[in-house]
């Protein structure tokens, strides 16, 4: 009835959904403590406002975009490039 393929089980498969970790969070660039019961802490060097009481209070911290990550040597900086 059903075919031991390695083709018809990859179609089979289900897809795992890719879960956003900023879920229920608003992204700003600058965090303030909105009650009492807000908590600011940091995880793997971005910073969170968690609250328990009030969820809509939950705030992460904007990553800055990196910009201008070129390297600079000699041969890219040729009038003539070799490529």
């Not at 956003?20 to 965090?31: A, D, G, R």
């Not at 201008?68 to 000699?74: E, M, Q, S, V």
């Amino acid at each position: 009835m059903y075919s031991n393929n390695i083709s018809s089980k990859t179609l089979l498969q289900t897809i795992v959904p890719m879960y956003n970790i900023t879920c229920n969070m608003k992204t700003k660039t600058v965090l303030h403590r909105r009650c009492k019961y807000c908590v600011l802490h940091w995880k793997e060097g971005v910073k969170y406002v968690k609250c328990k009481v009030s969820p809509r209070h939950n705030q992460v911290q904007r990553m800055k975009q990196p910009r201008n990550t070129w390297i600079l040597t000699f041969a890219s900086q040729k009038p003539i490039r070799d490529w």
